[in-house]
């Protein structure tokens, strides 16, 4: 199950556009467009994509409006109206409310916390963090029988989150074995879903 060429292509313009969080909510919006074309190939398919965008354009707009430090602290997935929150705060009030906004776009099922309590690690933790996730998705871009378009990774302090379909049990296995062998790495947190799992449609 070797990925083609546009899917190989995809899974490179993909999430380098949907993993915009120090842009402007207008400049992740402008790159909507070509994340839904490059959506093809993907598993939740166009109208799913659209609307994973649409949730995190939104859910970048309320952040920047009310708090641009909160918006700049956090880092957002989103997955068939699955949000996953990463990122660090500086205090549970902010946290509370990071959380209640993103709760509040059309098409939100489920929000997942995984915001850290503590004051911001600085431009080396972010240096460390952003040099994990490009290995990882290089990896995970060129590995056999990973379809690595169908994923979206992130990292905070060392532990990386994963989210989106596997096509099976061995598939998702293996995607997470290579995230525990990344260099740097001190933990892999898991939020993907195989393709049949009945919470897709719940």
Partial sequence: MRMTLLARLAAMVLPALLALPACSPVEVALGAGAVVGAATVEERGIGGTAKDVSIRVEINDRWFKHDFGMYNALRLQVYEGRVLVTGS?????????????????????????????????????????????????????????????????????????????????????RVLEIARNTSYVK????????????????
Avoid: H
């Fill in 89 to 173: 705060l500086a205090n549970q009030g902010l946290k509370d409310e990071a959380i209640k906004l993103a709760w509040q776009p059309p098409g939100v099922r489920e929000v997942i916390d995984e915001v850290q309590l503590r004051p911001s690690g600085g431009v080396d933790e972010f240096a460390v963090d952003s040099w994990i996730v490009t290995q990882l998705k290089a990896k995970l871009l060129f590995a056999a029988e990973v379809l690595s378009i169908n994923y979206s990774v992130e990292a905070t302090d060392g532990s990386v989150y994963i989210i989106g379909l596997a096509q099976d049990q061995t598939e998702l296995e």
């Fill in 187 to 202: 933990r892999v947190v898991n939020y993907a879903l195989i393709k049949g799992d009945t919470r897709r449609k719940a």
